[in-house]
Every structure is written in structure tokens, then in C-alpha cells.
């Protein structure tokens, strides 16, 4: 079964206190790979998509990356801004649906 | 460019009623997806459009519907509201999801049954 799971659940830095978020993956042919945030009361921003292992990609602070298996997103540096929910999501197959995570709740602290 | 607009932004029902969610996608885009958020569930997909024909489903029960129109707005209906609806729910268009194009989201609907 297609399934992404991502960790951890909740994860709090003091500014400037780099870390990795994880998104692990079991899914048949993978078609994409995509990274949101999501804010309270707002609805996902889409930050990356990665099409096959190796790729990576950047947007300021942050930095995505893609294996066979999992994906990370690194925070470089984080400041209090970047607090938010991080959500990973597989797109599988050829039906086309994207498969969630539960998200990482991050929390930066000043 | 307007990014995806759903009204209303909370609505506030009771069990047995009905209710109806509009969304309306980033122009040009084709591809509709509805989803329920709950803290506990976290996204579950609900259904996709793809130029008013409904191209994939979830796993809801039949009280969730929808539909697209000509120019690529979509309407989501859920009937006999249960206390267990409540969540937000998030619209999300795209070009059309070949070779995993993204969503964007919109800012959801928040639905609360009394």
C-alpha cells in the first residue's frame, strides 16, 4: 500500500539552529515528490517538487533533497518566520493521487 | 495572478443539514481536488475535476459530491451533515497533474456541525 511518513511529529529550534525534516516513501512509481507549508488557518503553500533521486532544490533557507526512499527537507539557519507545518506528498502511479503526510509541526524560537 | 479563492471561509451547520463549498481555480488551470483536513487525519483526499469530469475519488461516503463547470470552478456538496464533518476543507487546482504537476491551495473552508 502507498503510504508517506514523515518525522518527526513536532520539532522546536532555537534561531539559527539548523536541523532535517524527513519524508519516508513506499509508493510504485513515484511521479513526484512535493513539499508544502502550511500555516495556521491558511491553507498549503507549495514550496518544492522532485522528480527522481538526487534531485535537489532551494528557496532560501530551505533545502529539499530526494533518495529511492526519502526525502529531507533542510532548514539552514532558521529563523522565528519559518514556523509552520511542513507537509510531504507522493504523487504515485497513474492515478494520479497524491499520497499526505501528517506533517511536521516546526516551532522556532528567538 | 489571483491564487485559488474558496467561499465561504466558515460556515457553521447542524446535523441533518446540507452544505455547499465553491472554489475557483488559478486561471488557466483544469484540475480541481477537494480535500478534508482534521488535526488527527491530516489531508484525505475527496475527489479531483479535470474539465468537468471527475477524473479520481477517495474513500468518503456517497453524502460528498461535487462537480466542475465550463470555466473551471467547482462546487463541493455534503448532505445529512454529521457532527464528524467538521474540518477545514481545502481546495487545491493545477494545470492538470501530468508527470506531477503541483496543487495549489486555496485557504479552505472551515466547517463546524453543531
Known amino acids: 500500500e502507498d503510504q508517506v511518513t514523515q518525522s518527526p511529529e513536532a520539532l522546536r529550534l532555537q534561531e539559527g539552529e539548523s536541523s532535517s525534516l524527513n519524508c519516508s516513501y513506499t509508493?510504485?512509481?513515484?511521479?513526484?515528490l512535493f513539499w508544502y507549508r502550511q500555516d495556521p488557518g491558511k491553507g498549503p503553500e507549495f514550496l518544492f517538487t522532485?522528480?527522481?533521486?538526487?534531485e535537489e532544490k532551494e528557496k532560501e533557507r530551505l533545502k529539499a533533497t530526494l533518495t529511492k526512499k526519502e526525502s529531507f527537507l533542510h532548514i539552514t539557519a532558521p529563523k522565528p518566520e519559518d514556523s509552520a507545518t511542513y507537509l510531504c506528498?507522493?504523487?504515485?502511479?497513474?492515478?494520479?493521487?497524491?499520497?499526505w503526510g501528517l506533517g511536521t509541526s516546526l516551532a522556532v524560537n528567538p | 495572478k489571483a491564487g485559488v479563492t474558496q467561499t465561504p471561509r466558515y460556515l457553521i451547520k447542524t446535523r441533518g443539514q446540507q452544505v455547499t463549498l465553491s472554489c475557483s481555480p488559478i486561471?488557466?488551470?483544469?484540475?480541481v481536488s477537494w480535500y478534508q483536513q482534521t488535526p488527527g487525519q491530516g489531508l484525505q483526499f475527496l475527489f479531483e475535476?479535470?474539465?468537468?469530469?471527475?477524473?479520481n475519488k477517495g474513500n468518503f461516503p456517497g453524502r460528498f459530491s461535487g462537480r466542475q463547470f465550463s470555466n473551471s470552478r467547482s462546487e463541493m456538496n455534503v448532505s445529512t451533515l454529521e457532527l464528524g464533518d467538521s474540518a477545514l476543507y481545502l481546495c487545491?487546482?493545477?494545470?492538470?497533474?501530468?508527470?506531477?504537476?503541483?496543487?495549489?491551495f486555496g485557504d479552505g473552508t472551515r466547517l463546524s456541525i453543531l
Open positions: 487545491a487546482s493545477s494545470l492538470g497533474q501530468e508527470r506531477g504537476q503541483p496543487q495549489h
Open positions: 506528498a507522493a504523487n504515485a502511479g497513474n492515478n494520479r493521487k497524491l499520497i
Open positions: 486561471s488557466g488551470h483544469r484540475s
Open positions: 475535476y479535470f474539465s468537468e469530469t471527475q477524473r
Open positions: 522532485l522528480y527522481s533521486a538526487g
Open positions: 509508493v510504485s512509481g513515484l511521479r513526484g
